[in-house]
């Protein structure tokens, strides 16, 4: 009989050992994970850190519970930005050119600005209450940039708010304006905070992008810990600051100076004037085989490379080649749709003579539709990238619902049951000390934000019936699980937008302005969500205490909301000619104009008038059906497989990861791949500790150089004189110019109709 007094038989060392190993393979075991490797979640586990190599070279695995966060400076800091960074990003929302302060712009400006308070501040206190605690923390930093940027985009609803009062007439009071905004942005928040024990403390929702912002924090805080390795070298600090002024100098070559680096179509450039050629190789509307751009907002324009799994950026790029480069030429080049009378690739809508679709001659003067002028004029038609995105939309609704039942059920069911401090994660342990937000606060701000948005609904004119608002939550609630599963794992997020508009337009037909509010609470509120969500877990791994964040959140949000909606009524009231497509000073309201011509063709037209049986795009629900058969055929062959290539098939991703297209096009796809594999497949598996230690800096570093030169570039040579410096030189130059002189960026179809003649079906 063993006598455990003995030192020699104690279970410690080996034995504890053979714990953390079962936890490590408890961990795997939750579900099939593409992004566990199980040696390396073995040696993680036994470092007593994440199982993912990911996590541990941009997260600590310590806490320091006596480091300050919830400070004064923290709050005055923190709502400063969120009104400031909210008011400009709202005032150059309905600008064209416009400049948006980016969130990794709100983290890089916030550091110079806590260092200068606890460097000059004095040392007192108010009320009790310290005005400089010390150094600027960490901790301090992280709540700062959360609350700078969790409401400093422009809200989604505000858009709403601007097509009524243009297109519709209709100017309610700030009473009805602050409800609807209110409503739709802490919904999410509400939603998100009760789903984050399956979307936040689980370890293996990692939430990539936020690897790259605490790397940022790591690393202008100069902070050291194991996962970032013992390679030698440049400090994190020195590389940063190289990369990142690199990064800021390089863009104002394609960015400004030589543009055709940007667009770099070379083999257009070549024969400009041959209409197949461009189309293939063309960036601006055609299928980028040109592969090649010097620009890093292009590259990153649907998320840094160098911050997705290159499983997940495979899947995608798998599935933009079969798509994009063999179904839709096969598509155009047989005239399906009659898709060879418009460019092969454009985000406008067509109308049967191959000119811009004009909504007016369509609609009555209340904007509902005039069917007479619709059957004299023409159905709408779509290029044909811009009508295959619209069926891979289709296909990823139904695929995700499919591949989260097969594939994350038994993690869902866990998670359901198990606590906080029962996690097989070192970060969950950490954040188990502090104290958790119940889950009745979020129920109380989900019920107040119901109320308020049954208010606004009901008490101005707006055609949305209460039933059809409860429609769209439940449609939001029931996907925020799977899509923030999937987002979580490949940093890849499944749009509900179109398949609100499809819902809402055959539910409640001729209704524009209830169009658009199905859509903003059935889209926004997932969306806003998942927003909040990755926020949650972005404090997760800074150990930034729960309740102090659940302030922080909802505070900056209500107040960056309300500011928003005064900066634009005080636009709509003091800019003459705001909207106006000749406005003198740029406000012609891009964004504003897009959302209110999707009301005319969703709310309006109508999706019966596409889709339908008979109409012109009506084979396109047959991806509602492809898209839930594809995950059940992965799930059969794993069955049979379990450790085959399959295990990395993911068709979610693969449908929606081409759900920026439009406005996306190739040209931000292909390059995008490109670095993904190099970075994310070669570097990480031949030189692993220089990813390890750089590779989420560098991608911070060309992020945030970029940023600021995006700022330095619109507010020194744009913004000034009204665009007009350097008009007849730098702007008029061949290598600013080169790229549009092309059938690609003239966006030229490959056939041309005689004069008076039209395309496609003779009665619509």
């Not at 400089?132 to 940027?149: Q, R, Y």
């Not at 400090?235 to 002024?245: D, N, Q, V």
């Not at 705001?578 to 209110?596: L, S």
């Amino acid at each position: 009989m063993v006598d455990f007094q003995d030192e020699r038989y104690s279970p410690s060392g080996l034995e504890k050992s053979d714990i953390k190993v079962q936890e490590a393979l408890e961990t795997i075991a939750d579900f099939d994970d593409p992004n566990i490797d199980r040696d390396g979640a073995i040696v993680g586990v036994l470092e007593d850190d994440s199982p993912y190599p990911e996590v541990r070279s941009a997260v600590a695995n310590t806490d320091d519970q006596s480091i300050p966060c919830n400070s004064f400076r923290v709050w005055v800091i923190g709502l400063s930005w969120a009104i400031l960074i909210a008011g400009l990003n709202q005032f150059f929302f309905f600008r064209y050119p416009a400049v948006t302060i980016s969130s990794i712009a709100a983290q890089l400006l916030s550091f110079p600005v806590g260092r200068a308070w606890a460097k000059v501040m004095p040392n007192v206190r108010v009320l009790g209450v310290s005005v400089n605690p010390g150094p600027f923390s960490i901790k301090e930093h992280v709540l700062v940039t959360i609350m700078a940027t969790v409401g400093g985009y422009s809200a989604y609803a505000t858009d709403i708010i601007a097509v009524q009062r243009v297109y519709y007439g209709q100017t309610y009071s700030f009473v009805y304006q602050w409800m609807v905004v209110m409503s739709t942005q802490l919904i999410g928040f509400s939603i998100g905070g009760i789903l984050r024990r399956f979307l936040v403390q689980p370890p293996s929702m990692i939430w990539p992008s936020n690897l790259v912002t605490c790397a940022l924090f790591n690393t202008l805080h100069s902070q050291t810990y194991a996962g970032i390795g013992t390679r030698g070298g440049i400090s994190r600090e020195r590389f940063f600051f190289y990369a990142w002024l690199c990064g800021l100098l390089w863009y104002f070559v394609p960015g400004y100076l030589f543009q055709g680096l940007s667009y770099f179509s070379w083999v257009c450039w070549i024969v400009p004037d041959n209409i197949v050629v461009n189309q293939m190789f063309g960036y601006v509307s055609g299928l980028g085989m040109s592969m090649i751009t010097f620009d890093w907002s292009q590259i990153a324009y649907i998320g840094s490379p160098l911050a997705t799994p290159w499983w997940a950026e495979a899947n995608i790029a798998a599935g933009f080649v079969f798509f994009f480069w063999f179904i839709i030429p096969t598509l155009y080049y047989t005239n399906t749709w009659s898709s060879m009378y418009m460019p092969i690739s454009s985000r406008t809508s067509f109308d049967n003579t191959g000119a811009s679709y004009n909504i007016t001659r369509i609609i009555n003067s209340d904007a509902s539709l005039n069917l007479t002028a619709y059957e004299e004029y023409s159905p709408l038609f779509l290029s044909t990238t811009f009508a295959l995105s619209y069926g891979l939309s289709f296909a990823s609704i139904t695929s995700t619902l499919m591949h989260a039942f097969l594939f994350f059920r038994k993690q869902i069911w866990i998670q359901s049951r198990r606590s906080m401090h029962e996690q097989p994660d070192i970060h969950a342990r950490l954040m188990s000390k502090y104290k958790q937000v119940p889950e009745w606060w979020y129920m109380i701000v989900f019920v107040a934000m119901f109320v308020i948005g049954v208010i606004s609904i009901e008490l101005w004119h707006t055609e949305f019936p209460v039933w059809a608002f409860v429609l769209s939550l439940t449609i939001a609630f029931f996907y925020v699980i799977p899509i923030g599963m999937i987002q979580a794992i490949t940093n890849q997020q499944v749009g509900l937008n179109v398949i609100t508009e499809l819902v809402v337009g055959y539910a409640l037909p001729g209704r524009p302005i209830a169009m658009m509010m199905f859509k903003t609470w059935g889209y926004i509120t997932m969306y806003q969500a998942l927003t909040f969500t990755s926020d949650f877990k972005l404090g997760h791994y800074m150990k930034i205490p729960p309740r102090t964040m659940f302030w922080g959140q909802v505070v900056a949000a209500a107040i960056a909301g309300t500011v928003q909606l005064g900066v634009q009524a005080w636009m709509f009231s003091n800019i003459p000619d705001m909207c106006n497509t000749h406005q003198k000073d740029g406000f012609i309201c891009p964004n504003t104009e897009v959302f209110g011509t999707a009301s005319f063709i969703w709310g309006v037209i109508g999706p019966q008038r596409q889709f339908s049986s008979g109409q012109v795009y009506h084979a396109l629900v047959y991806f509602f059906l492809f898209g839930a058969v594809c995950p059940v055929v992965a799930w059969l062959i794993s069955l049979k497989w379990p450790n085959s290539f399959i295990r990395y098939v993911n068709f979610p991703v693969i449908f929606s990861g081409m759900g920026a297209i439009p406005p996306a096009s190739a040209l931000n796809y292909v390059p995008w791949a490109i670095v993904g594999f190099i970075f994310q497949y070669v570097i990480r598996r031949r030189h692993f500790s220089w990813w390890t230690k750089y590779n989420y800096v560098l991608s911070a570093a060309l992020d945030s150089g970029l940023a600021v030169s995006i700022i330095l570039i619109f507010f020194c040579l744009q913004y000034p004189q009204n665009g007009t410096i350097g008009l007849n030189t730098i702007q008029s130059w061949w290598g600013n110019k080169v790229f549009l002189n092309t059938a690609d960026g003239n966006s030229l179809p490959l056939l041309t109709l005689p004069e008076g003649s039209t395309f496609g079906p003779t009665k619509w």
